[in-house]
Protein backbone atom coordinates (compact mmCIF):
# COMPACT_ATOMS: atom_id res chain seq x y z
CA UNK A 1 0.00 0.00 0.00
CA UNK A 2 1.18 3.14 -0.88
CA UNK A 3 1.92 5.96 1.85
CA UNK A 4 1.64 9.70 1.90
CA UNK A 5 5.79 10.38 0.83
CA UNK A 6 5.45 7.73 -1.76
CA UNK A 7 2.58 9.99 -3.58
CA UNK A 8 4.16 12.94 -2.96
CA UNK A 9 7.18 11.76 -4.97
CA UNK A 10 4.44 10.45 -7.64
CA UNK A 11 3.60 14.09 -7.73
CA UNK A 12 6.69 15.89 -8.02
CA UNK A 13 7.35 13.26 -10.88
CA UNK A 14 4.15 14.01 -12.34
CA UNK A 15 4.57 15.21 -16.08
CA UNK A 16 1.15 17.23 -15.73
CA UNK A 17 1.94 19.13 -12.04
CA UNK A 18 2.52 22.29 -13.94
CA UNK A 19 -0.76 22.32 -15.31
CA UNK A 20 -1.92 22.70 -11.36
CA UNK A 21 -1.09 26.28 -11.23
CA UNK A 22 -3.25 27.45 -14.46
CA UNK A 23 -5.98 26.87 -11.41
CA UNK A 24 -7.39 28.61 -8.50
CA UNK A 25 -8.41 26.09 -5.68
CA UNK A 26 -9.19 27.22 -2.16
CA UNK A 27 -6.34 25.68 0.56
CA UNK A 28 -7.12 23.02 1.99
CA UNK A 29 -9.73 21.77 -0.17
CA UNK A 30 -9.62 18.24 -2.38
CA UNK A 31 -12.22 18.99 -5.15
CA UNK A 32 -13.07 15.88 -6.14
CA UNK A 33 -15.88 17.05 -8.13
CA UNK A 34 -14.50 18.54 -11.49
CA UNK A 35 -16.63 15.65 -13.18
CA UNK A 36 -19.66 18.31 -12.35
CA UNK A 37 -18.02 21.83 -12.03
CA UNK A 38 -14.76 22.27 -13.33
CA UNK A 39 -12.13 24.06 -11.28
CA UNK A 40 -11.75 28.27 -12.18
CA UNK A 41 -8.36 28.52 -14.77
CA UNK A 42 -6.21 31.17 -13.70
CA UNK A 43 -6.48 33.11 -16.89
CA UNK A 44 -10.44 33.25 -16.91
CA UNK A 45 -10.79 36.18 -14.31
CA UNK A 46 -8.66 38.49 -16.90
CA UNK A 47 -10.43 37.15 -19.88
CA UNK A 48 -13.73 37.67 -18.10
CA UNK A 49 -13.21 41.12 -17.30
CA UNK A 50 -12.04 41.88 -20.95
CA UNK A 51 -14.57 40.56 -22.30
CA UNK A 52 -16.75 43.26 -20.14
CA UNK A 53 -14.78 46.64 -20.16
CA UNK A 54 -12.37 46.37 -23.07
CA UNK A 55 -14.90 44.91 -25.73
CA UNK A 56 -18.40 45.71 -24.28
CA UNK A 57 -17.05 48.87 -22.54
CA UNK A 58 -15.04 50.08 -25.27
CA UNK A 59 -16.55 48.90 -28.27
CA UNK A 60 -19.89 48.37 -27.49
CA UNK A 61 -22.32 47.08 -29.83
CA UNK A 62 -19.20 47.06 -32.48
CA UNK A 63 -18.06 44.23 -30.17
CA UNK A 64 -19.96 41.89 -32.61
CA UNK A 65 -17.50 42.95 -35.50
CA UNK A 66 -14.42 44.27 -33.72
CA UNK A 67 -13.91 41.46 -31.10
CA UNK A 68 -15.24 38.81 -32.75
CA UNK A 69 -18.10 37.62 -30.97
CA UNK A 70 -20.72 36.87 -34.01
CA UNK A 71 -18.03 33.99 -34.98
CA UNK A 72 -17.11 33.20 -31.96
CA UNK A 73 -19.57 29.71 -31.85
CA UNK A 74 -17.30 28.61 -34.99
CA UNK A 75 -14.12 29.48 -33.57
CA UNK A 76 -13.95 28.04 -30.40
CA UNK A 77 -15.90 25.12 -31.33
CA UNK A 78 -12.62 24.76 -34.47
CA UNK A 79 -10.34 25.36 -30.91
CA UNK A 80 -12.58 22.64 -29.23
CA UNK A 81 -12.60 20.06 -32.41
CA UNK A 82 -8.90 18.60 -31.10
CA UNK A 83 -10.15 17.13 -27.57
CA UNK A 84 -12.93 14.82 -29.28
CA UNK A 85 -11.07 13.77 -32.39
CA UNK A 86 -13.09 16.13 -34.94
CA UNK A 87 -11.50 18.44 -37.41
CA UNK A 88 -12.33 22.56 -38.28
CA UNK A 89 -15.85 23.66 -39.38
CA UNK A 90 -17.73 20.37 -37.32
CA UNK A 91 -18.22 21.66 -33.68
CA UNK A 92 -20.13 24.24 -33.36
CA UNK A 93 -20.50 25.63 -29.31
CA UNK A 94 -23.74 27.17 -27.81
CA UNK A 95 -26.85 26.90 -25.70
CA UNK A 96 -27.07 23.78 -23.51
CA UNK A 97 -26.34 20.26 -23.61
CA UNK A 98 -30.12 19.64 -23.27
CA UNK A 99 -30.84 21.66 -26.40
CA UNK A 100 -27.92 20.31 -28.76
CA UNK A 101 -29.33 16.99 -27.19
CA UNK A 102 -32.89 18.15 -29.09
CA UNK A 103 -31.24 19.04 -32.07
CA UNK A 104 -29.17 16.34 -32.53
CA UNK A 105 -31.88 13.88 -32.06
CA UNK A 106 -34.45 15.36 -34.39
CA UNK A 107 -31.73 15.75 -37.36
CA UNK A 108 -30.49 12.19 -36.97
CA UNK A 109 -34.65 11.13 -37.34
CA UNK A 110 -35.44 13.20 -40.02
CA UNK A 111 -32.20 11.53 -41.89
CA UNK A 112 -34.20 8.20 -41.28
CA UNK A 113 -37.58 9.24 -41.91
CA UNK A 114 -38.77 5.48 -42.57
CA UNK A 115 -37.73 4.37 -38.77
CA UNK A 116 -40.18 5.66 -35.66
CA UNK A 117 -37.73 4.48 -33.09
CA UNK A 118 -35.34 6.13 -30.99
CA UNK A 119 -33.21 4.26 -28.58
CA UNK A 120 -32.08 5.76 -25.65
CA UNK A 121 -31.05 4.58 -21.96
CA UNK A 122 -33.20 5.01 -18.93
CA UNK A 123 -29.93 4.77 -16.98
CA UNK A 124 -28.31 7.96 -18.60
CA UNK A 125 -28.46 11.30 -17.33
CA UNK A 126 -32.45 12.07 -16.35
CA UNK A 127 -32.26 15.22 -19.17
CA UNK A 128 -31.11 13.56 -22.17
CA UNK A 129 -33.91 10.61 -21.73
CA UNK A 130 -36.10 13.75 -21.11
CA UNK A 131 -35.28 15.27 -24.14
CA UNK A 132 -35.88 11.90 -26.14
CA UNK A 133 -39.57 11.67 -24.68
CA UNK A 134 -40.14 15.44 -25.61
CA UNK A 135 -39.07 15.29 -28.87
CA UNK A 136 -40.58 11.86 -29.65
CA UNK A 137 -44.27 13.42 -28.48
CA UNK A 138 -43.52 16.20 -30.63
CA UNK A 139 -42.85 14.71 -33.62
CA UNK A 140 -45.51 11.97 -32.69
CA UNK A 141 -45.76 8.23 -33.74
CA UNK A 142 -42.43 7.74 -31.94
CA UNK A 143 -41.46 4.83 -29.73
CA UNK A 144 -38.47 5.77 -27.35
CA UNK A 145 -36.69 1.76 -26.59
CA UNK A 146 -34.44 1.53 -23.99
CA UNK A 147 -31.07 0.33 -24.66
CA UNK A 148 -31.36 -2.47 -22.49
CA UNK A 149 -33.61 -4.27 -24.87
CA UNK A 150 -30.43 -3.89 -27.20
CA UNK A 151 -32.48 -4.30 -30.75
CA UNK A 152 -31.21 -1.32 -33.15
CA UNK A 153 -32.35 -2.82 -36.67
CA UNK A 154 -35.88 -0.64 -36.85
CA UNK A 155 -33.96 2.48 -34.92
CA UNK A 156 -33.64 5.60 -36.79
CA UNK A 157 -31.27 6.87 -34.01
CA UNK A 158 -29.27 5.72 -30.52
CA UNK A 159 -28.35 8.15 -28.21
CA UNK A 160 -25.99 6.94 -25.33
CA UNK A 161 -23.60 8.23 -23.15
CA UNK A 162 -20.09 7.82 -23.53
CA UNK A 163 -19.47 7.34 -19.42
CA UNK A 164 -22.02 7.00 -17.22
CA UNK A 165 -22.39 9.64 -14.81
CA UNK A 166 -23.34 7.70 -12.13
CA UNK A 167 -20.82 4.44 -11.93
CA UNK A 168 -18.64 6.22 -14.39
CA UNK A 169 -18.55 3.06 -16.61
CA UNK A 170 -16.95 3.36 -19.92
CA UNK A 171 -18.80 2.50 -23.32
CA UNK A 172 -16.53 1.08 -25.77
CA UNK A 173 -17.11 3.77 -28.42
CA UNK A 174 -15.84 2.28 -31.81
CA UNK A 175 -17.50 -1.03 -31.18
CA UNK A 176 -21.20 0.48 -30.09
CA UNK A 177 -20.74 2.97 -33.12
CA UNK A 178 -20.15 -0.08 -35.50
CA UNK A 179 -23.17 -1.98 -34.20
CA UNK A 180 -25.52 0.83 -34.38
CA UNK A 181 -24.33 1.81 -38.12
CA UNK A 182 -24.75 -1.71 -39.19
CA UNK A 183 -28.20 -1.91 -37.91
CA UNK A 184 -29.09 0.82 -40.10
CA UNK A 185 -29.50 3.95 -37.29
CA UNK A 186 -27.66 6.79 -36.71
CA UNK A 187 -25.25 7.14 -33.32
CA UNK A 188 -25.23 10.24 -30.86
CA UNK A 189 -23.01 10.46 -28.31
CA UNK A 190 -23.05 12.69 -25.15
CA UNK A 191 -19.32 12.87 -24.31
CA UNK A 192 -20.59 14.98 -21.21
CA UNK A 193 -17.90 13.00 -18.64
CA UNK A 194 -15.60 12.31 -20.95
CA UNK A 195 -14.09 14.95 -22.67
CA UNK A 196 -11.28 16.63 -21.07
CA UNK A 197 -11.00 13.15 -19.04
CA UNK A 198 -10.14 11.02 -22.17
CA UNK A 199 -9.02 10.89 -25.39
CA UNK A 200 -12.28 10.59 -27.46
CA UNK A 201 -12.68 10.38 -31.01
CA UNK A 202 -16.08 11.34 -32.70
CA UNK A 203 -14.89 10.94 -35.98
CA UNK A 204 -17.03 7.91 -36.91
CA UNK A 205 -20.43 8.87 -34.76
CA UNK A 206 -22.82 10.50 -37.06
CA UNK A 207 -23.27 13.45 -34.12
CA UNK A 208 -21.98 14.23 -30.64
CA UNK A 209 -22.69 16.45 -27.95
CA UNK A 210 -21.05 17.69 -24.85
CA UNK A 211 -21.00 20.35 -21.94
CA UNK A 212 -17.91 22.56 -21.28
CA UNK A 213 -18.25 23.14 -17.88
CA UNK A 214 -17.37 19.96 -16.04
CA UNK A 215 -13.80 18.28 -16.80
CA UNK A 216 -13.17 21.13 -19.33
CA UNK A 217 -13.51 24.28 -16.39
CA UNK A 218 -15.29 26.38 -18.57
CA UNK A 219 -17.24 27.88 -15.90
CA UNK A 220 -20.71 27.59 -14.24
CA UNK A 221 -23.39 27.10 -17.23
CA UNK A 222 -20.98 27.44 -20.24
CA UNK A 223 -22.20 26.61 -23.19
CA UNK A 224 -22.63 22.99 -24.66
CA UNK A 225 -21.23 21.85 -28.15
CA UNK A 226 -22.44 19.75 -30.86
CA UNK A 227 -20.91 17.71 -33.28
CA UNK A 228 -21.97 16.81 -36.98
CA UNK A 229 -20.05 14.57 -38.71
CA UNK A 230 -19.20 16.70 -42.32
CA UNK A 231 -20.78 13.49 -44.38
CA UNK A 232 -24.46 14.95 -42.75
CA UNK A 233 -24.07 18.59 -43.49
CA UNK A 234 -25.66 19.20 -46.61
CA UNK A 235 -28.61 16.91 -45.38
CA UNK A 236 -29.28 17.38 -41.70
CA UNK A 237 -31.40 19.77 -40.57
CA UNK A 238 -31.65 21.81 -38.02
CA UNK A 239 -35.13 21.90 -36.38
CA UNK A 240 -34.24 24.96 -34.24
CA UNK A 241 -34.48 26.94 -37.20
CA UNK A 242 -32.65 30.37 -35.58
CA UNK A 243 -31.55 33.21 -37.45
CA UNK A 244 -27.87 32.32 -36.26
CA UNK A 245 -28.07 29.32 -38.37
CA UNK A 246 -29.75 31.17 -41.73
CA UNK A 247 -27.66 31.13 -44.45
CA UNK A 248 -27.30 34.94 -44.13
CA UNK A 249 -28.70 36.49 -41.21
CA UNK A 250 -28.44 40.01 -42.09
CA UNK A 251 -30.17 39.62 -44.80
CA UNK A 252 -33.27 39.51 -42.49
CA UNK A 253 -35.52 37.41 -44.93
CA UNK A 254 -38.88 36.04 -44.28
CA UNK A 255 -38.21 32.58 -45.19
CA UNK A 256 -35.37 30.37 -43.29
CA UNK A 257 -32.53 29.23 -45.75
CA UNK A 258 -30.13 27.18 -43.72
CA UNK A 259 -26.60 28.12 -43.62
CA UNK A 260 -23.92 25.59 -45.40
CA UNK A 261 -21.68 23.70 -43.42
CA UNK A 262 -22.03 23.24 -39.50
CA UNK A 263 -22.64 26.83 -38.76
CA UNK A 264 -26.72 26.06 -39.62
CA UNK A 265 -26.92 24.30 -36.39
CA UNK A 266 -26.39 27.32 -34.69
CA UNK A 267 -29.49 28.79 -33.17
CA UNK A 268 -29.42 32.62 -31.69
CA UNK A 269 -27.31 35.48 -30.52
CA UNK A 270 -24.30 33.85 -28.57
CA UNK A 271 -23.82 33.62 -24.98
CA UNK A 272 -20.95 36.54 -25.42
CA UNK A 273 -19.62 36.56 -21.36
CA UNK A 274 -19.84 32.81 -21.05
CA UNK A 275 -18.09 32.00 -24.34
CA UNK A 276 -14.98 34.34 -23.16
CA UNK A 277 -14.73 32.00 -20.34
CA UNK A 278 -14.53 29.23 -21.87
CA UNK A 279 -12.06 30.69 -24.75
CA UNK A 280 -9.66 31.17 -21.67
CA UNK A 281 -10.08 27.23 -20.35
CA UNK A 282 -9.62 26.38 -24.10
CA UNK A 283 -5.86 28.22 -23.86
CA UNK A 284 -5.09 25.82 -21.59
CA UNK A 285 -6.64 22.50 -23.16
CA UNK A 286 -5.00 23.35 -26.20
CA UNK A 287 -1.43 22.87 -24.53
CA UNK A 288 -2.33 20.06 -22.64
CA UNK A 289 -1.70 16.02 -23.78
CA UNK A 290 -4.61 14.13 -23.73
CA UNK A 291 -3.17 10.55 -23.23
CA UNK A 292 -1.06 11.73 -20.10
CA UNK A 293 -4.33 13.32 -18.94
CA UNK A 294 -5.91 9.22 -19.67
CA UNK A 295 -2.97 7.41 -18.02
CA UNK A 296 -2.88 9.95 -14.91
CA UNK A 297 -6.94 9.57 -14.20
CA UNK A 298 -6.51 5.47 -14.47
CA UNK A 299 -4.01 6.01 -12.07
CA UNK A 300 -5.69 8.24 -9.82
CA UNK A 301 -8.57 6.14 -9.31
CA UNK A 302 -7.16 3.21 -9.24
CA UNK A 303 -5.38 4.24 -5.88
CA UNK A 304 -8.71 5.85 -4.35
CA UNK A 305 -10.00 2.30 -5.16
CA UNK A 306 -7.28 0.48 -3.23
CA UNK A 307 -7.13 2.94 -0.67
CA UNK A 308 -10.80 2.41 0.51
CA UNK A 309 -10.02 -1.14 -0.56
CA UNK A 310 -13.68 -2.93 1.26
CA UNK A 311 -14.87 -0.14 3.73
CA UNK A 312 -17.26 0.61 1.07
CA UNK A 313 -18.85 -1.03 -1.70
CA UNK A 314 -17.56 0.05 -5.31
CA UNK A 315 -20.22 0.94 -7.79
CA UNK A 316 -17.57 2.21 -10.87
CA UNK A 317 -16.31 -1.35 -13.00
CA UNK A 318 -12.95 -2.21 -11.24
CA UNK A 319 -11.27 -2.78 -14.20
CA UNK A 320 -9.75 1.40 -14.86
CA UNK A 321 -10.08 0.65 -18.67
CA UNK A 322 -13.38 0.22 -18.35
CA UNK A 323 -13.78 3.51 -16.47
CA UNK A 324 -13.93 7.29 -16.64
CA UNK A 325 -12.26 9.54 -14.25
CA UNK A 326 -14.44 9.16 -11.91
CA UNK A 327 -15.11 6.49 -8.41
CA UNK A 328 -18.57 5.71 -7.24
CA UNK A 329 -19.33 3.84 -4.34
CA UNK A 330 -22.49 2.70 -2.64
CA UNK A 331 -23.65 3.65 1.09
CA UNK A 332 -27.25 3.73 2.26
CA UNK A 333 -26.31 6.94 3.96
CA UNK A 334 -24.58 8.62 1.57
CA UNK A 335 -25.72 11.88 1.74
CA UNK A 336 -24.68 12.80 5.36
CA UNK A 337 -21.59 10.69 4.85
CA UNK A 338 -20.97 12.99 1.79
CA UNK A 339 -21.79 16.05 3.93
CA UNK A 340 -19.69 15.09 6.51
CA UNK A 341 -16.41 14.74 4.31
CA UNK A 342 -16.96 18.09 2.61
CA UNK A 343 -17.26 19.57 6.37
CA UNK A 344 -14.09 18.40 6.59
CA UNK A 345 -12.17 19.79 3.39
CA UNK A 346 -12.84 16.51 0.65
CA UNK A 347 -15.62 17.76 -1.92
CA UNK A 348 -16.99 14.94 -4.07
CA UNK A 349 -21.47 14.80 -4.20
CA UNK A 350 -24.09 12.73 -3.67
CA UNK A 351 -26.73 11.13 -6.70
CA UNK A 352 -29.37 9.53 -5.49
CA UNK A 353 -30.37 6.93 -4.13
CA UNK A 354 -27.21 6.14 -2.58
CA UNK A 355 -23.79 7.04 -4.68
CA UNK A 356 -21.11 9.06 -3.33
CA UNK A 357 -19.21 10.42 -6.50
CA UNK A 358 -16.01 11.40 -6.77
CA UNK A 359 -14.38 12.57 -9.73
CA UNK A 360 -10.46 13.14 -10.79
CA UNK A 361 -9.27 16.32 -12.46
CA UNK A 362 -6.05 15.24 -13.62
CA UNK A 363 -4.74 18.55 -14.19
CA UNK A 364 -5.24 20.01 -10.66
CA UNK A 365 -5.74 16.73 -8.55
CA UNK A 366 -2.35 15.01 -7.35
CA UNK A 367 -1.71 11.30 -5.91
CA UNK A 368 -1.41 13.20 -2.27
CA UNK A 369 -4.91 15.03 -2.75
CA UNK A 370 -6.25 11.36 -3.39
CA UNK A 371 -4.28 9.89 -0.38
CA UNK A 372 -5.75 12.68 1.88
CA UNK A 373 -8.94 12.17 0.52
CA UNK A 374 -9.63 8.33 1.48
CA UNK A 375 -8.05 8.22 4.64
CA UNK A 376 -10.91 11.13 5.71
CA UNK A 377 -13.69 9.34 4.09
CA UNK A 378 -12.30 6.35 5.84
CA UNK A 379 -11.82 8.48 9.50
CA UNK A 380 -15.44 9.74 8.57
CA UNK A 381 -16.86 6.25 8.00
CA UNK A 382 -14.55 4.61 11.25
CA UNK A 383 -15.85 6.82 13.42
CA UNK A 384 -19.18 7.58 11.91
CA UNK A 385 -19.06 11.27 11.76
CA UNK A 386 -21.83 11.13 9.43
CA UNK A 387 -24.07 10.28 11.90
CA UNK A 388 -24.40 14.08 13.48
CA UNK A 389 -27.70 15.56 12.97
CA UNK A 390 -26.75 18.34 10.80
CA UNK A 391 -25.23 15.93 7.70
CA UNK A 392 -28.95 14.37 7.44
CA UNK A 393 -30.70 18.40 6.37
CA UNK A 394 -30.37 18.13 2.23
CA UNK A 395 -29.44 21.11 0.23
CA UNK A 396 -31.31 21.77 -2.96
CA UNK A 397 -28.63 20.76 -4.82
CA UNK A 398 -26.56 17.48 -3.90
C1 LIG B 1 -24.00 17.07 -17.21
C2 LIG B 1 -24.79 16.36 -18.23
C3 LIG B 1 -25.79 17.02 -18.95
C4 LIG B 1 -26.11 18.45 -18.67
O1 LIG B 1 -27.06 19.00 -19.54
P1 LIG B 1 -27.34 20.55 -19.50
O2 LIG B 1 -28.34 20.81 -20.52
O3 LIG B 1 -26.02 21.24 -19.76
O4 LIG B 1 -27.81 20.90 -18.11
C5 LIG B 1 -26.46 16.29 -19.93
N1 LIG B 1 -26.17 14.99 -20.17
C6 LIG B 1 -25.21 14.33 -19.48
C7 LIG B 1 -24.91 12.90 -19.79
C8 LIG B 1 -24.51 14.99 -18.48
O5 LIG B 1 -23.58 14.35 -17.79
Redesign the pocket.
Known amino acids: MLDRDRCLALDAADPLREFRDEFVLPEGTVYLVGNSLGALPRRTAERVRRAVEDEWGRELVGGWNAAGWYTQPLTLGDRLAPLIGAGPGQVVVGN????AIHQAVAAASRLRPERRVIVSDVR??P??HYMVQGLAGLLGGYEVRDVAEGRFDDAAVVLL?EVD?RTGARQDVPSVTERVQAAGALMVW?L??SVGAMEVDVSRADFAVG?TY?YLSGGPGAP?FLYVNPRHHAAAENVLSGWHGHAEPFAFEPVYRPAEGIRRFAVGTPHVLSLAALEAALDVWERVPMDLVRAKSMALTSLFIDLVGDALKLAAPADAAARGSQVSFHHPDGYPVMRALIERGVHGDFRAPDLLRFGFAPLYIGYADVYDAALTLLEVLDKELWRDERHARRLAVT
Open positions: STSINFTDAYDCHCKA
